[in-house]
Protein backbone atom coordinates (compact mmCIF):
# COMPACT_ATOMS: atom_id res chain seq x y z
CA UNK A 1 0.00 0.00 0.00
CA UNK A 2 1.31 2.87 -1.06
CA UNK A 3 -0.26 6.63 -0.52
CA UNK A 4 1.46 9.80 -1.81
CA UNK A 5 0.13 13.08 -0.94
CA UNK A 6 1.49 16.51 -2.25
CA UNK A 7 -0.07 19.91 -2.97
CA UNK A 8 0.71 21.84 0.12
CA UNK A 9 2.91 24.39 0.50
CA UNK A 10 2.70 28.20 2.15
CA UNK A 11 -0.33 30.09 1.47
CA UNK A 12 -1.81 33.10 2.66
CA UNK A 13 -4.79 33.43 4.78
CA UNK A 14 -8.23 33.10 2.45
CA UNK A 15 -6.62 31.55 -0.47
CA UNK A 16 -7.57 27.68 -1.50
CA UNK A 17 -5.25 25.08 -2.37
CA UNK A 18 -6.08 21.67 -3.22
CA UNK A 19 -4.08 18.61 -2.10
CA UNK A 20 -3.77 15.20 -3.82
CA UNK A 21 -3.14 12.00 -2.58
CA UNK A 22 -2.22 9.20 -5.48
CA UNK A 23 -3.01 5.63 -4.04
CA UNK A 24 -1.34 2.35 -5.25
CA UNK A 25 -1.33 -1.30 -4.01
CA UNK A 26 -4.90 -2.02 -3.29
CA UNK A 27 -8.18 -1.95 -4.75
CA UNK A 28 -8.93 1.80 -4.52
CA UNK A 29 -12.26 2.05 -5.84
CA UNK A 30 -13.85 0.02 -3.20
CA UNK A 31 -12.21 1.57 -0.54
CA UNK A 32 -13.43 4.42 2.01
CA UNK A 33 -10.71 7.21 2.02
CA UNK A 34 -9.87 10.14 5.01
CA UNK A 35 -8.02 12.66 5.63
CA UNK A 36 -6.49 13.63 8.73
CA UNK A 37 -4.26 16.83 9.86
CA UNK A 38 -1.56 17.25 12.94
CA UNK A 39 -0.65 20.87 13.09
CA UNK A 40 2.40 22.00 15.30
CA UNK A 41 1.98 21.13 18.87
CA UNK A 42 -1.35 18.80 18.53
CA UNK A 43 -2.78 15.75 18.04
CA UNK A 44 -3.69 14.22 14.81
CA UNK A 45 -7.23 14.96 13.63
CA UNK A 46 -9.63 13.78 11.73
CA UNK A 47 -10.55 16.19 8.73
CA UNK A 48 -12.91 14.19 6.01
CA UNK A 49 -13.76 11.29 4.62
CA UNK A 50 -15.21 10.06 1.67
CA UNK A 51 -17.03 6.54 0.71
CA UNK A 52 -15.80 3.90 -2.03
CA UNK A 53 -18.05 5.52 -4.73
CA UNK A 54 -17.73 8.76 -3.61
CA UNK A 55 -21.38 9.54 -2.57
CA UNK A 56 -20.94 10.01 0.79
CA UNK A 57 -19.03 12.64 2.19
CA UNK A 58 -17.87 13.58 6.11
CA UNK A 59 -16.38 16.41 7.53
CA UNK A 60 -15.05 17.95 10.95
CA UNK A 61 -16.34 20.52 12.09
CA UNK A 62 -13.82 22.95 11.67
CA UNK A 63 -13.89 22.51 7.90
CA UNK A 64 -17.25 21.83 6.94
CA UNK A 65 -18.15 24.17 4.53
CA UNK A 66 -14.89 25.57 3.22
CA UNK A 67 -12.83 22.34 2.83
CA UNK A 68 -14.29 19.50 0.00
CA UNK A 69 -13.10 15.61 -0.08
CA UNK A 70 -13.78 13.92 -3.46
CA UNK A 71 -11.90 11.39 -5.36
CA UNK A 72 -11.22 9.77 -8.90
CA UNK A 73 -11.54 6.16 -8.82
CA UNK A 74 -10.43 6.12 -12.32
CA UNK A 75 -7.32 7.63 -11.65
CA UNK A 76 -6.63 6.22 -7.81
CA UNK A 77 -6.41 9.97 -6.50
CA UNK A 78 -8.30 11.31 -3.32
CA UNK A 79 -8.30 15.23 -3.08
CA UNK A 80 -8.96 17.71 -0.22
CA UNK A 81 -9.94 20.93 -1.58
CA UNK A 82 -9.32 23.85 0.66
CA UNK A 83 -10.80 27.28 0.48
CA UNK A 84 -10.86 30.27 3.27
CA UNK A 85 -7.78 29.00 4.76
CA UNK A 86 -6.80 30.53 7.83
CA UNK A 87 -3.71 29.99 10.30
CA UNK A 88 -5.71 27.24 12.70
CA UNK A 89 -5.31 25.08 9.25
CA UNK A 90 -1.66 25.41 9.27
CA UNK A 91 -0.66 21.64 9.74
CA UNK A 92 0.60 18.20 7.75
CA UNK A 93 -2.15 17.10 5.87
CA UNK A 94 -2.29 12.96 5.66
CA UNK A 95 -4.33 10.46 3.42
CA UNK A 96 -5.38 7.25 4.98
CA UNK A 97 -7.13 4.09 4.20
CA UNK A 98 -8.23 0.99 6.54
CA UNK A 99 -7.65 -2.04 5.25
CA UNK A 100 -8.95 -4.70 7.06
CA UNK A 101 -6.98 -4.26 10.98
CA UNK A 102 -4.83 -1.70 9.79
CA UNK A 103 -4.86 1.76 8.91
CA UNK A 104 -2.33 3.00 6.26
CA UNK A 105 -0.64 6.44 6.19
CA UNK A 106 0.88 8.71 3.60
CA UNK A 107 4.07 10.15 4.71
CA UNK A 108 2.04 13.80 4.90
CA UNK A 109 2.48 17.55 2.88
CA UNK A 110 2.80 20.54 4.75
CA UNK A 111 0.55 23.13 4.99
CA UNK A 112 1.16 26.69 6.47
CA UNK A 113 -1.10 29.58 6.32
CA UNK A 114 0.50 32.97 7.18
CA UNK A 115 0.37 36.43 6.09
Known sequence: ????ESGGGLAQPGVSLRLSCAASGFTFSSA?????RQ?????REFVAAISWSGREEYYADSVKGRFTISRDNAKNTLYLAM???SSEDTAVYYCNVRLGSTVHWGQGTPVTVSS
Open 83 to 85: NSL
Open 1 to 4: VQLV
Open 32 to 36: DMSWA
Open 39 to 43: GPGKE
